[in-house]
């Protein structure tokens, strides 16, 4: 009689899947931003002022993903998507406000994310294979008030409806039986300034601010 192994081999799922030279697949997942201020001539801390506030609530994220080869290490994927957030702005209790109002603002933003990013991958083993990747993106944001020619003065805060940003990240692929599952986790940098100033120069809402990016992080759950 065959003496039976004592370790089981372990069965290689979806064994050809990197080879394809171009594959499709889509994720969804969760985000948190945030805003990074510069302000002018250090308004706040000169007069003994907090800085803004920016209270971040959870937002959700889907798309799609197209994934092209270059080689067994590379690969330049474009996942355009959808994402909705909220940031509340809490303001710090200058003079020129006259109500508890006028220190929050709600800044809702739905975006249309276009990232073109390079994965780079380690060696697979087994059926996991961790990665990193980064690149660039573009956000359209549908809730600017890019175009509204109401102000704070009317509770409405404008950014501009575009902006360009950087993005790193890493992730984990796992190779199941059907379709290969990536959890991944990414930083977005604006590198652009986002912020569109009331028309009042002296406005207690921008006033003081010279630049606005946005900062956000995102969990992705991906499906290939």
Do not use: C
């Not at 250090?42 to 971040?56: E, G, L």
């Not at 059926?127 to 509204?148: A, E, H, Q, R």
């Amino acid at each position: 009689m065959g003496q039976s192994p004592s370790v089981k081999e372990r069965i290689t799922n979806l064994p050809n899947f990197d080879e394809k030279p171009i594959h499709y697949g889509y994720y969804v997942g969760l985000n948190s931003y945030d805003f990074k201020f510069e302000y002018v001539d250090d308004y706040y801390r000169i007069n003994n002022y907090p800085d803004i506030q920016v209270n971040s609530t959870s937002g959700f994220n889907v798309g799609l993903i197209g994934d092209l080869r270059i080689n067994r290490f590379f690969n330049l994927r474009l996942e355009p998507g959808l994402l909705y957030t909220q940031r509340d702005l809490i303001y710090p209790e200058l003079p020129l406000f006259n109500s508890e109002n006028d220190l929050i603002r709600e800044v809702k933003s739905t975006y249309i994310h276009i990232p073109l990013l390079l994965k780079i991958s380690a060696k697979r083993i087994n059926n996991f294979k961790p990665y990193v990747t980064f690149g660039i993106s573009t956000d359209y944001n549908l809730s600017s008030n890019s175009k509204n020619t109401d102000d704070n003065s009317s509770n409405v805060f404008r950014t501009k409806s575009r902006s360009l940003n950087y993005e790193l990240g890493f992730g984990f692929d796992f190779y199941l039986y059907y379709f290969k599952f990536s959890p991944s986790i990414r930083g977005i940098f604006s590198i652009e300034n986002e912020l569109i100033s009331d028309y009042d120069k002296s406005s207690p809402w921008t006033g003081n601010i010279k630049k606005m990016y946005s900062r956000g992080v995102v969990i992705n759950f991906t499906f290939e």
